[in-house]
């Protein structure tokens, strides 16, 4: 059974196209987050969702937006897809927001991985 | 402004060495710090969290130190095997709750 699971897998999509990515964990976590990975592999938070509220929102454009339609799902709906936007995507859940306890660890989705041409 | 710093980026040592990666951080108010595993198209695997009051973890093989007055943290890998060759990444947990990573080390360990 999958933890934190995403589909798809891979989205290749033309620019100016609108797409989303959806995530779903079965652990019975409160928290979820969307991260990004560059083509440098270099991983950066984006939004947190704790009980499908939103309590981290980096600085990313607000041609994505994360939408929380219960707690066990966080999908990230992308807008006018630009070239800079191809990167790795992941999800990941906690229990609690990570920090609070001290004692939280994320887990990990396998990415979806989005080419914007 | 937290930072994360991995040092090597990249490493290959041969089967059966003992190896240590290196983490550093410019903020020591983190709530604790992880280290992942990332394998080639796949997602980060937890291997061990230290919390901020701890100095070290250990599971298995995997011994990682942490040292938050100098803002260091090790990860010590016993015996390597080519089953360990992955990015392994670091990841602080600062006072805003989220993950700030380094941008890892990738390992290769040749049989």
């Known amino acids: 059974d999958t933890a934190v699971s995403q589909t798809p897998k891979y989205l290749v999509t033309q620019m100016g196209n609108d797409k989303s990515i959806k995530c779903e964990q079965n652990?019975?976590?409160?928290?979820m987050y969307w991260y990004k990975q560059d083509s440098k592999k270099f991983l950066k938070i984006m939004f947190s969702?704790?009980?499908?509220?939103?309590?981290i929102n980096e600085t990313v454009p607000n041609r994505f937006s994360p939408k929380s339609p219960d707690k066990a799902h966080l999908n990230l709906h992308i807008n006018s897809l630009e070239l800079g936007d191809s990167a790795v995507y992941f999800c990941?859940?906690?229990?609690?927001?990570?920090?609070?306890?001290?004692?939280?660890?994320?887990?990990f989705g396998p990415g979806t991985r989005l080419t914007v041409l | 402004k937290q930072e994360v710093t991995q040092i090597p980026a990249a490493l290959s040592v041969p089967e059966g060495e003992n190896l240590v990666l290196n983490c550093s951080f410019t903020?020591?108010?983190?709530?604790?710090l992880q280290w992942f595993r990332q394998d080639p198209g796949k997602g980060l695997t937890s291997l061990l969290l230290?919390?901020?009051?701890?100095r070290e973890q250990t599971s298995g093989r995997l011994n990682a130190s942490l040292d938050k007055s100098s803002g260091r943290s090790t990860l010590y890998i016993a015996a390597s095997q080519p089953g360990d060759s992955a990015t392994y990444l670091c990841?602080?947990?600062?006072?805003?709750?989220?993950?700030?990573f380094g941008q890892g080390t990738e390992l290769s360990v040749k049989p």
């Open positions: 990941a859940s906690s229990q609690d927001i990570s920090g609070a306890s001290g004692t939280d660890t994320q887990y």
């Open positions: 652990l019975g976590h409160d928290t």
């Open positions: 969702y704790n009980n499908k509220e939103l309590i």
């Open positions: 903020d020591s108010a983190i709530y604790n």
């Open positions: 230290i919390q901020s009051s701890q």
């Open positions: 990841a602080v947990n600062d006072s805003g709750g989220k993950l700030i």
